[in-house]
Structure formats: C-alpha cells, structure tokens
T-cell receptor
Framework: AQSVTQLGSHVSVSEGALVLLRCNYSSSVPPYLFWYVQYPNQGLQLLLKYTTGATLVKGINGFEAEFKKSETSFHLTKPSAHMSDAAEYFCAVISRGNAGNMLTFGGGTRLMVKP | DAGVIQSPRHEVTEMGQEVTLRCKPISGHDYLFWYRQTMMRGLELLIYFNNNVPIDDSGMPEDRFSAKMPNASFSTLKIQPSEPRDSAVYFC??????????FGPGTRLLVL
C-alpha cells in the first residue's frame, strides 16, 4: 500500500520569501513521485516529477524538489515566492511495479503569498 | 498538443437527471483516468482504462456511476440518476505508459 502525507493544509509566506511545502510518502517499493499545482477553477498541472536518476528535480516556475529515500520525503521548494504562486499544491506517488498505475494523492497544501 | 479536453466545463442539473461527462485524452496516450474532487474527500480515483479496457473501477461510488471508452480518443462518465452528493469537480487525465498523468480542466457538476 502507498500513502502520501502533506504537512500543513495551509502555508502562508511573504512575497520574496522561501517556499517550503512538505511531502512524506510510504511505499513498499521505490516510488515515482510527483508535484502538481492547481490554480483556482483549473485542472492539475504537472510541476515536476522524480522517476530515476538525480534526486534533485527541477520543475517549472522555479520550483524544485529533492527525493530523500532515508526520510521518505519529497519536499517542494522555491527560493523566492511570487504572488502568482498562490495555488493549491498536491504531492502524489506511484509505486514502481504497481500494475495498478494508480496515483495516490496527498491532501493538498494551499499556498498563500502575502504582498 | 491540445491537452486533455473535457466537456462540459460546467453542468447544473436537478436530482434524478442523467449526467454525462466527456473526455478526449491526449492523442497517443494509452491510459485514461477519471477522478472526482470534493472539499471533504479530496481527489479520488474513480476508474481507469488501459487501451480502452477498464482496469480498475473500485473507486466508482455505486452503480449509479458508469464509464465507457468506446475508442482511444473518447471516454464518458455517466451518472444516472444524479444526486446532490454527486456535486463535485470531475477530472479526466491521460498518460502514456501509465505513470505521468496529464489532467484536463475538469467539469464542475452541481446537482440541485
């Protein structure tokens, strides 16, 4: 079984400040890991993903995430928040070899950016 | 590429009516997924197809829900009869190889 926990359903930062959104997963086999962003009244947009290789993954809009196997984490960061980053962010996992190919999502973190 | 296309974008209907949601996946993708998003339950996978064949429908809430994929470029999710608790945003996603999923804009359903 696989699961995803996102610590903090709401995170508020000031414009220009560091963004850190936390994601921990559980998986019995090595995972594929994803971050999606959802802007109001829109669908989910793929931000970045980890499949194999380098554990530090860069995505769109200046975001990056690091896969840490020992900590079972895949936290999302951005050095400097912009007002346009305000959205809901979802971490998700698929376990390798999972014939079901089912994404398991975390509960989401709503990021608010203060001017 | 146009991305995943869903229609309608908004649907308002009365309890007991039939609702049909439509999805066109990205061309060449062999997996198609239907999700439901609500405030209370978050994102839930309802059903997914591989090469037009339903693989796992364990997330379909009850017999009122049905999904079909008659060909590689079209899928429907039908609710009959609809109930107020079905009000949600329904997303379709597609994937090549089943790992990285690309989502459509969603259909916002309101059942009165």
């Amino acid at each position: 079984a696989q699961s995803v926990t996102q610590l903090g359903s709401h995170v508020s930062v000031s414009e220009g400040a560091l963004v850190l959104l936390r994601c921990n997963y559980s998986s019995s086999v090595p995972p594929y890991l994803f971050w999606y962003v959802q802007y109001p009244n829109q669908g989910l947009q793929l931000l970045l993903k980890y499949t194999t290789g380098a554990t530090l993954v860069k995505g769109i809009n200046g975001f990056e995430a690091e896969f840490k196997k020992s900590e079972t984490s895949f936290h999302l960061t951005k050095p400097s928040a912009h007002m346009s980053d305000a959205a809901e962010y979802f971490c998700a996992v698929i376990s390798r070899g999972n014939a079901g190919n089912m994404l398991t999502f975390g509960g989401g973190t709503r990021l608010m950016v203060k001017p | 590429d146009a991305g995943v296309i869903q229609s309608p974008r908004h649907e308002v209907t009365e309890m007991g009516q039939e609702v049909t949601l439509r999805c066109k996946p990205i061309s060449g993708h062999d997996y198609l997924f239907w999700y439901r998003q609500t405030m209370m339950r978050g994102l839930e996978l309802l059903i997914y197809f591989n090469n037009n064949v339903p693989i796992d429908d364990s997330g379909m809430p009850e017999d009122r829900f049905s999904a079909k994929m008659p060909n590689a470029s079209f899928s429907t999710l039908k609710i009959q009869p609809s109930e107020p608790r079905d009000s949600a945003v329904y997303f379709c996603a597609s994937s090549s190889g089943g790992k990285t999923q690309y989502f459509g804009p969603g259909t916002r359903l309101l059942v009165l």
